[in-house]
Structures are given as structure tokens and as C-alpha cells.
């Protein structure tokens, strides 16, 4: 009697194994428990999860509409992209050499007057290209973050590039002292404290 409704049951599923199988659980769960006295034990506790498991799958496997809905992407919030590379401004590779050449100076202040006398005008756009070229590298990034600060060629954009960098080489301390500069200088701050801490 039993049987016509499970036959029934396996004509109209696409799964047959999982269906027989949860099905063949459920039934010696419950002639076992019909059995013996109502003891929980390890393997009564499997049968009852796998059967579950099996229940669960069993119901998913029939809405494949659900599986249809295309896959979102999500892309990473705090992504910084490369500059735009159709015209390269002459003057970064002068630059990316003079701090380069500056790096090995025992101060900072002897590394930013060599910078100033190399006498290269720096623009945001520059700065920032200077700065995804040295991203690798935190200090000499860092000096060209200096270089834009000193001749006012700073914006947002820049200092959040400046903290993700730092934030990427582990240099914590200095991207929350630069957040805090940011705040002071009434720029947003948000992204920046955002990056920060995501890394």
C-alpha cells in the first residue's frame, strides 16, 4: 500500500538516488524508533541530519527557477584604478627617478629639498600617477605624497590612494596620521577611514 505513493513519487522527480535515499532513511528511523525505546543516540541523531540534508536538497532541486537568476558580481568598494594611460605625462618619469635617486637620503628633509631642486611642477594628476607607480614601494610613494602636499597639489583622491598604499604595506600608524591631516584640511574623510579599515 505503501508502495503506490512511492512509486508515483519517483516517477515525478529528476533525482531518484537522493529521493530513494532520504526515503529509505526516514523509514528505518522510523520502524527503529517504533522498535526500541525512545533512546537518542549518535547514529539516530546522523539518520535524522542526513535525512534533513537529503529533505532539503530534495525540495531545492525542484525550483531550478531560483538557479536561474544571473550571478552579480561584486566588485571590491575600495578598488583603486590605475590613471589613464592614453597620454602620459612626460614629467613622471623624471620624477619616478628623482625620488628614486632621493630614497637612500638619510632625512626627509634632505630628500624633499633634492625633490624641490630637481624643480618638477606637480599636478594632482600627477601625483597620483607617481603614487600608483611607487605603490609597492610606501616610503617612496609617500615622498611623492610630500611632494604634491608641499606644492598644494593634493585633493581627496590622492590622499585616499596615499592611505589605501599604506594600508596595503601594513602602515597603520601613518594612513590614521594622514586621515587625521585629511580631516583637518576639510576633506572628506569617509573612504579613506573606510580603506583603512578594510585592510
Not at 516517477?11 to 522498535?35: M, P
Not at 531550478?64 to 578598488?79: E, G, K, N, Q
Not at 594611460?85 to 635617486?101: C, F, G, N, V
Amino acid at each position: 500500500m505503501a508502495l503506490f505513493p512511492l512509486t508515483r513519487i519517483l516517477r515525478k522527480t529528476t533525482n531518484h538516488s537522493q529521493l530513494v535515499l532520504s526515503l529509505l532513511l526516514q523509514f528505518s528511523t522510523q520502524s527503529y524508533s517504533l522498535s526500541t525505546p525512545k533512546l537518542f543516540s549518535f547514529t539516530s541523531a546522523f539518520h535524522q541530519t542526513f535525512s534533513k540534508q537529503s529533505r532539503l536538497s530534495h525540495f531545492t532541486s525542484h525550483f531550478s527557477a531560483l538557479r536561474s537568476f544571473p550571478t552579480r558580481i561584486v566588485t571590491d568598494p575600495f578598488a583603486f584604478s590605475p590613471p589613464s594611460t592614453h597620454a602620459r605625462d612626460p614629467r613622471e618619469q623624471i620624477l619616478l627617478d628623482s625620488i628614486k635617486r632621493v630614497a637612500h637620503f638619510d632625512s626627509e628633509t634632505q630628500a624633499m629639498a633634492s625633490l624641490d631642486e630637481a624643480g618638477v611642477e606637480a599636478d594632482v594628476n600627477l601625483v597620483y600617477s607617481v603614487i600608483w607607480a611607487l605603490r609597492e614601494e610606501w616610503r617612496l610613494a609617500f615622498l611623492a605624497f610630500k611632494l604634491g602636499e608641499r606644492q598644494g597639489s593634493l585633493d581627496e583622491k590622492v590622499s585616499e590612494l596615499m592611505v589605501w598604499v599604506l594600508g596595503n604595506c601594513n602602515k597603520f600608524n601613518i594612513g590614521w596620521c594622514l586621515i587625521r591631516d585629511m580631516y583637518k584640511s576639510s576633506f572628506s574623510t569617509r573612504r579613506a577611514m573606510l580603506v583603512m579599515i578594510d585592510r
